[in-house]
């Protein structure tokens, strides 16, 4: 118990000072020259054995996974993962123990401390941590407390410590190798199981078994851009915590020194004038040159038309030759008026739209939903009192062709019937046409709802048309097929 105590202090206080690094910074103009940074995630595998009562049988083999991340550019946190197999053997005692675990490790960076390169080739690390983990052991020949000699036993869990020295190598900025030795230390009576022997009957122990895991990681850094669209930098254990400030120093000796000469007077220092001598009182652009607005190769100090027309020769003082007479405003006046004369607008009329009155199947009485429609004809009628307007009734493709015509009349005559007695529209504003199947919205044979319809136009000279031959329709269903009749 005391070595778990001492164990969980020390791991305490060095956490503890790993954060307290990253706090204390002064507020207002400090700047940070600790970078956002990318996370480790390694891949290792190794050669895993037991040191215990039993001799270890070498080698076992194992592997995991860990994510890293930086504290700052000496301490980082890991996280990991194993699956473990080892085994034991010393003259008929075998033992065969498969472990899981997980935990978290305080990693030190050792030779960061010393900071006389941009970035590590390699990093010596050593680290410490807790984790849990859960573990069974097969047996022979080993005896038990229970008395029994073989088997497995049932999965232990317990808590362990974890210790280790590691060396890495940089192969580029995104990738690393790292070799590793990894000492796990199980707390309480589990210890001693590792292997299976508890020394039973037997006056020596060793107490605790030690798990060791060599193993060789290979790691990827990952992570794009911070929240300021910067491209992160590699895990701050292998940067210098000084080459930002070194940069910036290497930046600001690297700047020329302010010289505000103007040699010609024209407000542009000579450091960035690129034409040093303008001419007195001459207008120049912001790297000193000459201004020379329209580009007629005579500057703007000497022009006496500085914005003349473009394609034009120009005279010695940049005035412009050649021009064409100038268009004068009674001149503009006469050209649009002759303009307007020659555009021939649309008559209003023949742009009238109006609604289709549909009605039901093998009906010509006007349905409710249909008088808002005819309200609408009327309203245009009555607004217009000039326009004559031509009724057309249709109907859908069942029935005989003669049957259809009569209820294509009737339609359009109910329609017409309506807007007289409902609107008070003159019937002789009103023409009768009719056009059977002849005219269907929708090409298709049988019932349609959209080609039973009565449509409504400006009329342009047509004739009112008389009702077809053919017996009365619209009263109702009809039976048969379409050559039959009703």
């Known amino acids: 118990m005391t070595v778990r105590k001492l164990t969980f202090a020390v791991l305490f206080a060095l956490v503890s000072f790993a954060l307290s690094a990253q706090e204390g910074a002064p507020t207002g103009t400090y700047r940070s020259f600790s970078p956002a940074d990318q996370w ?3 891949v290792n595998l190794g050669l895993p054995f ?3 009562d039993v001799d270890s049988k070498f080698p076992g083999f194992g592997g995991g996974l860990h994510v890293r991340k930086s504290l700052d550019h000496i ?4 996280f990991h993962g194993e699956y473990l197999k080892t085994k034991n053997e010393q003259d008929i005692r075998t033992s065969e123990n498969s472990w899981i ?3 978290g490790q305080l990693v030190v960076a050792l030779n960061n401390f010393r900071f006389n390169k941009p970035v590590r080739k390699f990093l010596i690390n050593a680290f410490a941590g807790l984790g849990i983990d859960s573990y069974k052991t097969k047996y022979e020949n080993i005896a038990q407390f229970d008395g029994t000699d073989s088997g497995e036993s049932d999965s232990r869990s317990t808590a362990h410590m974890e210790l280790g020295l590691g060396l890495s190598y940089r192969i580029n900025p995104r990738v690393n190798i790292s070799l590793e030795h990894t000492v796990y230390s199980v707390f309480g009576r589990n210890a001693d199981l590792l292997d299976s022997d508890e020394n039973v009957a037997r006056d ?14 290979l790691n990827f850094n990952l992570g794009g851009s ?3 669209g910067l491209k992160k930098s590699e895990p701050l254990y292998w940067a210098n915590p000084m080459s930002m400030v070194s940069d910036a120093i290497t930046a600001l000796e690297a700047r020329p020194v302010y010289d505000p000469t103007d040699t010609d007077g024209d407000g542009i220092i000579d450091a960035i004038d690129e ?11 912001t790297k000193g040159v000459t201004l020379d607005s329209d580009a007629d190769k005579v500057p703007d100090y000497k022009d006496k038309e500085p914005y003349s027309p473009p394609g034009y020769s120009v005279d010695g003082m940049g005035v412009a030759q050649g021009l064409p007479k100038y268009t004068t405003e009674s001149d503009v006046n006469r050209i649009v008026k002759d303009e307007i004369a020659k555009i021939k607008f649309p008559s209003y009329e023949s742009n009238w739209f109006f609604p289709n009155v549909n009605f039901n199947d093998n009906r010509y009485d006007v349905r409710y939903s249909e008088y808002e429609k005819l309200y609408q004809v009327a309203t245009v009628l009555k607004q217009n009192p000039s326009i004559k307007v031509v009724a057309i009734g249709n109907t859908d493709r069942r029935g005989p062709e003669g049957y259809n015509n009569v209820l294509s009349y009737n339609r359009a005559k109910a329609a017409i019937d309506f807007l007289v007695s409902q609107h008070g529209i003159a019937r002789d504003r009103l023409i009768l046409n009719w056009a059977g199947e002849a005219t269907a919205l ?5 019932a349609n709802a959209a080609n039973r319809r009565v449509e409504f136009r400006v009329a342009k000279g047509e004739t009112e048309m008389a009702r077809p031959e053919g017996p009365e329709a619209g009263k109702g269903n009809f039976k048969g097929n379409k050559d039959a009749g009703y």
């Open 275 to 285: 034409e040093d001598n303008s001419p007195t009182g001459a207008r120049v652009d």
């Open 226 to 228: 911070d929240k300021n």
């Open 40 to 42: 480790e995630l390694g």
């Open 442 to 446: 929708i090409p298709v044979n049988g």
């Open 101 to 103: 675990s997980g935990g």
């Open 50 to 52: 037991v040191v215990g």
């Open 75 to 78: 301490f980082s946190l890991r």
């Open 204 to 217: 020596v122990t060793t107490y605790r078994d030690i798990l060791h895991f060599p193993h060789l990681s």
